[in-house]
């Protein structure tokens, strides 16, 4: 039985042709030790990184694991929810949504939360084309939109109910946090590299009954 680490075939066997060939020529030729000890690190590296980009998988052993040394990118200290700044310069926040998980880029230049289809339709969401045509603004030009609204929005300790949202198969597969769930915070600041968002009223991580 084999288990799907989620690594590409061929990277699996570059790695274990690398490593076969290194066992081999160290052995024979011992001034090459240096060198293949070097290989085998950033191997070694290589692998480490794929594993982290695929945590999800490996819950909740390599999330504890991440916990304690501190490389979550998303994190409860308090009462306040931290997110570190992405590779991409962007902050990602991991977000649920009456009940689906999402990773949802955080836009304080948007005035509303926009759900892509594929989000709304697994939130179960009813979109409904309101009296006045929703039309935006966006980066790929002028576009319409259908509105809905969340039941429950968490982020960690935080819980907002009944969040309007607008929705369009234009958004693609981003999901974006605006203005309109931010502005229900008690605060929000960047410090450093670092998103910190603070609810009037934080809930519990094992149980949340009342909106932030």
Request: glycine share 8%.
């Amino acid at each position: 039985m084999f288990v799907d680490w989620g690594i590409p075939t061929p990277l699996l066997l570059v790695v274990v042709a690398i490593v076969v060939a290194g066992i081999v020529a160290r052995r024979r030729v011992p001034f090459l030790r240096l060198a293949i000890n070097l290989v085998s690190w950033l191997v070694l590296g290589g692998l480490l990184l794929v594993v982290l980009q695929q945590r999800e998988q490996f819950d909740p052993y390599i999330q504890r694991a991440m916990q304690v040394l501190n490389l979550q990118d998303q994190s409860v200290v308090g009462d306040t929810v931290r997110i570190r700044m992405s590779p991409d310069g962007h902050f990602w926040a991991r977000v649920t949504l009456d009940g689906v998980s999402r990773r949802m880029l955080v836009d304080s230049g948007a005035t509303l939360t926009a759900l892509s289809t594929d989000t709304a339709r697994a939130a179960g969401l009813r979109p409904s084309a309101p009296v006045f045509p929703v039309v935006l603004n966006t980066a790929n030009g002028m576009i319409r939109a259908q509105t809905g609204r969340v039941k429950t929005l968490e982020i960690g300790t935080i819980r907002a109910d009944g969040i309007p949202v607008v929705i369009s198969p234009a958004f693609g597969e981003t999901d974006v946090l605006g203005m309109n769930f931010l502005s229900r915070l008690k605060s929000w600041r960047v410090e450093g590299s670092t998103l910190i968002l603070e609810p009037h009223h934080p809930q519990p991580l094992t149980h949340r009954s009342s909106p932030a």
